[in-house]
């Protein structure tokens, strides 16, 4: 069930095993909570929670077993999912080879709701934190890896992504559409 609801936002075999195990802790914190939906603080409470990756190591064990065992009845709420489309487009943009820990405490940080930003920062996980992070990897993995090696297909569909192009072409065409309807729309006034 998470495998599927995170195909919607993020390619899952770019996704390494660290940033998986922030999603099982994500959806952990919310059965606890008693809710069926989860939230932006969710996802920064299962950041501080993360047993490995580079952003925190708390402790570890009993991961993979939440991950596999099967449906759920929790769902990301749509503020969790623009959040995970963020840390998508950050890695895209910095031209990243996976999406990690790092990306998503990007995401948060910089787009989050003040009470998730608030609970990383109390941990040291400000912007100027992350940012310094993804400076010195540079487009590197650092302390995480991915589950199994990439297919060609899927290196290929990763990268054509990342291509600057992919995003200007679309950029520019939304442009040019805002201003045809805009000139369209100012010539029957």
């Known amino acids: 069930m998470i495998t599927q609801v995170l195909q ?22 919310t059965e606890q909570d008693g809710r069926r939906e989860t939230t932006p ?6 950041l501080l929670q993360c047993p490995g990756g580079n952003i925190a190591a ?3 064990g009993g991961i993979q077993e939440a991950f596999e065992k ?3 009845d929790v769902r990301f709420a749509r503020e969790t999912r623009e959040l995970l489309e963020a840390a998508y487009r950050i890695a895209l943009l910095g031209r990243e ?16 709701p003040p009470e998730a930003v608030e609970r990383l920062g109390e941990a040291g996980v400000t ?18 890896r ?7 297909r899927e290196r290929r569909a990763w990268n054509r992504s990342a291509q600057p192009g992919a995003i200007t072409v ?20």
């Open 70 to 72: 099967g449906p759920t």
């Open 170 to 189: 679309g950029l520019a065409a939304a442009i040019a559409l805002a201003l045809v309807v805009g000139c369209v729309g100012l010539s029957f006034f």
């Open 58 to 60: 708390i402790r570890r």
């Open 97 to 112: 080879p996976n999406l990690g820990t790092h990306h998503l405490a990007a995401a948060v940080v910089r787009h989050g």
């Open 8 to 29: 919607t936002c993020v390619p899952f075999a770019m996704v390494t095993q660290e940033a998986r195990d922030v999603f099982v802790l994500m959806v952990m914190v």
């Open 146 to 152: 991915l589950v199994a090696p990439l297919t060609r």
């Open 41 to 46: 603080l969710d996802l920064a409470v299962a």
């Open 127 to 144: 912007a100027e934190a992350v940012d310094r992070l993804l400076a010195e990897l540079a487009g590197g993995m650092g302390a995480e």
